[in-house]
């Protein structure tokens, strides 16, 4: 059965830097791209870029180039997202999600809380 | 502003059918195929449809999927209160080179 566990939820300073956490199981870490998704408070999904955990190739979507960094541990199926220059806008539930190109499976999420 | 386009609301009684409609343009929807997640408030989405009309293992036969041009619909019969919540569309979007997702739609079922 696959899992996908997130860390826990984190509060962070306008400005400072925050790395989310996505650990998988139950399936080859390396046969799926892994996504990442946020939703802020009432709105919709935004994805916001993949990772290839096999070759640690990586996509980003416009809106995050230059402030996100996705990368991967394969010793320990887990891939990170490292968001910078944290803006209040910034604060929302941050998914990872993966799957045969259709986020079949998805992580119980991170709320990353921006405030001073 | 969502690069999809769906009604922010929609609604029906136990038992009814109901449709949520999806569009886009020649760049995601036109080319490529639209999936559907449901979401209740909380928690993670849950993949529902994929490639535009193929149901995961365990999606009740009761949700349906169907693309025509730039638009796609997902379509519930046999309405029940479980299925209350919110619905998002997406596609691979060639000109943006990235996932896009419709602003999603509130179904409540009265």
């Known amino acids: 059965q696959v899992h996908l566990v997130q860390s826990g939820a984190e509060v962070r300073k306008p400005g400072a830097s925050v790395k989310v956490s996505c650990k998988a199981s139950?399936?080859?870490?390396?046969?799926?791209?892994i996504h990442w998704v946020r939703q802020a408070p009432g709105q919709g999904l935004e994805w916001m870029g993949w990772?290839?955990?096999?070759?640690?190739?990586?996509k980003y979507a416009e809106n995050f180039q230059g402030r996100v960094t996705m990368t991967r541990d394969t010793s320990i199926s887990t891939a990170y997202m490292e968001m910078r220059g944290l803006r209040s806008d910034d604060t929302a539930v941050y998914y990872c999600a993966s799957g045969a190109g259709n986020f079949g499976y998805w992580g119980q999420g991170t709320l990353v809380t921006v405030s001073s | 502003q969502s690069v999809l386009t769906q009604p922010p609301s929609a609604s029906g009684t136990p038992g009814q059918r109901v449709t949520i409609s999806c569009s886009g343009s020649s760049s995601n929807i036109g080319s490529n195929s639209v999936n559907w997640y449901h979401q209740v408030p909380g928690t993670a989405p849950k993949l529902l449809i994929y490639?535009?009309?193929q149901r995961p293992s365990g999606v009740p036969d009761r949700f349906s999927g169907s693309k025509s041009g730039t638009s796609a619909s997902l379509a519930i019969s046999g309405l029940q209160s479980e299925d209350e919540g919110d619905y998002y569309c997406a596609a691979w979007d060639g000109s943006l080179v990235g996932w896009v997702f419709g602003g999603g739609t509130k179904l409540t079922v009265v």
């Open positions: 490639s535009n009309n």
């Open positions: 139950g399936y080859t870490f390396s046969a799926y791209f």
């Open positions: 990772i290839n955990p096999d070759s640690a190739g990586t």
